[in-house]
């Protein structure tokens, strides 16, 4: 296993137009909301969104929180609230803090109305944008909010030429924008943590490398889910982990050798198959199934 760097900058071209397009519609957008992947609320939030956006009234939802650490959850809210950012948990696939983030979309119009008294806005519905980059679960979260009592409201003559919005209950309308931005990034560690999600797919990194660094990561950071997940020997685990003998991507190749072991990963003369184990961590962790898991903590 050789210790390869991670260096990538990728964005692709027809970002551009895209991102032109978001520069446009924001012009009629009271509210932008960001999608977030709360296992990894710094690196899934681009700097682009945010430079793009600084003027607007904005709200962020760390989706997945079910995956998420519960207690890093807590800590990452209360962080948010303390910049006076306002945030909330969703889980989108079952709908859990939909009806919050609505709630937190009027309540952070009702503060910024006052701007729009003399524009001839008050009573009007609350125009929304919803941001985010690749698989944090924009699409899921735009379908579940709008599955919510809505309706297309169609485009709107002179204003929002062949634009689509959607209307959620009473009062917010939403733009229905297919164009996301996507990431931009240069620092390794972003780069693992998009993919460790699944952001970057792993046809475009090598999978043995990616789910080695993340072994790594849970090995230092949450060793009692692998030990529960992989049924493996506590003691001898903790005796590996601890000999300064060996480098520590040494210790860390033995402990993924186990895991291949016990998971029947194995290739001809009975050698452990690196890729294929790898690839179990790597679903494992994005389904949930080594437990609720931040790689980005408050801390730190």
């Excluded at 650490?69 to 989108?92: M, R």
């Excluded at 009692?224 to 903790?238: C, G, M, Q, S, V």
């Excluded at 294929?276 to 931040?294: E, N, V």
């Amino acid at each position: 296993m050789s210790e390869n760097k991670t260096n990538i900058n990728w964005y692709p071209g027809h970002m551009a137009k895209t991102k032109r397009q978001i520069i446009e519609d924001l012009k009629l957008i009271d509210v932008v909301v960001e999608i977030l992947d709360a296992r990894i609320p710094v690196s899934s939030r681009n700097p682009d969104i945010e430079e793009l956006t600084k003027n607007k009234a904005k709200l962020l939802i760390l989706n997945k929180y079910d995956l998420a650490d519960e207690n890093e959850n807590k800590k990452w809210i209360s962080k948010f609230k303390k910049e006076g950012i306002e945030a909330v948990l969703v889980n989108s696939n079952n709908g859990e803090g939909i009806n919050n983030a609505i709630k937190k979309v009027e309540e952070i119009y009702q503060k910024s109305q006052e701007k729009y008294a003399n524009k001839g806005r008050i009573g009007k519905a609350i125009r929304v944008m919803v941001l985010g980059i690749p698989n944090v679960g924009k699409s899921s979260f735009i379908n579940r909010i709008t599955k919510k009592n809505s309706a297309v409201v169609g485009n709107k003559p002179g204003v929002t030429r062949q634009k689509q919005w959607v209307r959620i209950g009473q009062n917010i309308e939403l733009l229905d924008t297919p164009g996301v931005l996507w990431p931009k990034f240069e620092n390794e560690e972003i780069a693992l943590n998009l993919a460790y999600t699944g952001t970057i797919k792993d046809d475009i990194l090598q999978t043995i490398e990616v789910g080695f660094s993340l072994l790594t990561v849970l090995a230092n950071n949450y060793l009692d889910n692998l030990i529960e997940r992989y049924k493996l020997n506590k003691e001898e685990t903790l005796e590996l982990l601890q000999n300064e003998n060996l480098p520590e991507n040494e210790r860390i190749l033995e402990i993924l050798h186990v895991i291949g072991k016990k998971r029947g990963a194995l290739i001809s003369g009975g050698n452990i198959d690196e890729e294929k184990t790898a690839k179990i961590i790597l679903d494992d962790f994005r389904s949930g199934k080594i437990g609720r898991i931040t790689l980005e903590r408050v801390e730190k």
